[in-house]
């Protein structure tokens, strides 16, 4: 199987991308994508306000209220609801950890734990993770242990989706 790999940098900004081609183009385009649209990006330095931590907001759909599904303890984010699949389980604590900590640049530690205190299997994470990137959802930078996850526009919008699924579900 063919392997690409990638790496730039552009002023403070970094990309890198191993795998199979296909991959490696998805996350470039990505890339791309949060490139073309600064205002999107958001610093680590400043948190949320309180009354916007637990409800992240869209325009067309409405508030979302992760807190019904959502926990945080210290560094760790994790779900009080079952979610359908280890997909679902990742996007949200993806998700989680954008809004309630405005981490941008999650760590595999991050997911991890945040399965675990959700009862949540971590078999094959990394082919799932993989998949989710594949679909245009994350941006992977870094590699092996130094590999970090980045929510695309397009997987920010799918973890909303899934967040008011499972939120429906519960209620």
Same mark, same amino acid.
């Given at each position: 199987?063919?392997?690409?790999?990638?790496?730039? =940098?552009?002023?403070?900004?970094?990309?890198?991308?191993?795998?199979?081609?296909?991959?490696?183009?998805? $996350?470039?385009?990505?890339?791309?994508?949060?490139?073309?649209?600064?205002?999107?990006?958001?610093?680590?330095?400043?948190?949320?306000?309180?009354?916007? $931590?637990?409800?992240?907001?869209?325009?067309?759909?409405?508030?979302?209220?992760? /807190?019904?599904?959502?926990?945080?303890?210290?560094?760790?984010?994790?779900?009080?609801?079952?979610?359908?699949?280890?997909?679902?389980?990742?996007?949200?604590?993806?998700?989680?950890? =954008?809004?309630?900590? *405005?981490? /941008?640049?999650?760590?595999?530690?991050?997911?991890?734990?945040?399965? =675990?205190?959700?009862?949540?299997?971590? /078999?094959?994470?990394?082919?799932?993770?993989?998949?989710?990137?594949?679909?245009? *959802?994350?941006?992977?930078?870094?590699?092996?242990?130094?590999?970090?996850?980045?929510?695309? *526009? $397009?997987?920010?919008?799918?973890? $909303?989706?899934?967040?008011?699924?499972?939120?429906?579900?519960?209620?």
């Amino acid at each position: 199987m063919e392997q690409n790999k990638l790496r730039i =940098k552009i002023g403070d900004h970094e990309f890198e991308a191993e795998g199979p081609p296909e991959i490696v183009q998805a $996350q470039l385009a990505a890339f791309k994508e949060l490139m073309a649209n600064p205002q999107v990006q958001t610093s680590r330095a400043e948190p949320l306000p309180a009354a916007e $931590q637990s409800v992240t907001r869209t325009p067309s759909n409405g508030p979302v209220a992760l /807190d019904k599904i959502i926990k945080v303890e210290g560094r760790v984010v994790s779900l009080t609801a079952r979610a359908n699949s280890l997909e679902d389980a990742l996007m949200l604590l993806l998700l989680g950890q =954008k809004t309630f900590r *405005n981490n /941008d640049s999650i760590t595999g530690a991050e997911l991890v734990d945040g399965l =675990k205190r959700s009862g949540q299997s971590t /078999d094959h994470r990394g082919r799932t993770l993989d998949k989710i990137a594949s679909d245009g *959802n994350i941006i992977i930078t870094g590699a092996h242990r130094g590999k970090k996850y980045r929510m695309t *526009n $397009q997987g920010m919008a799918r973890a $909303q989706e899934i967040a008011r699924r499972v939120i429906a579900s519960v209620a």
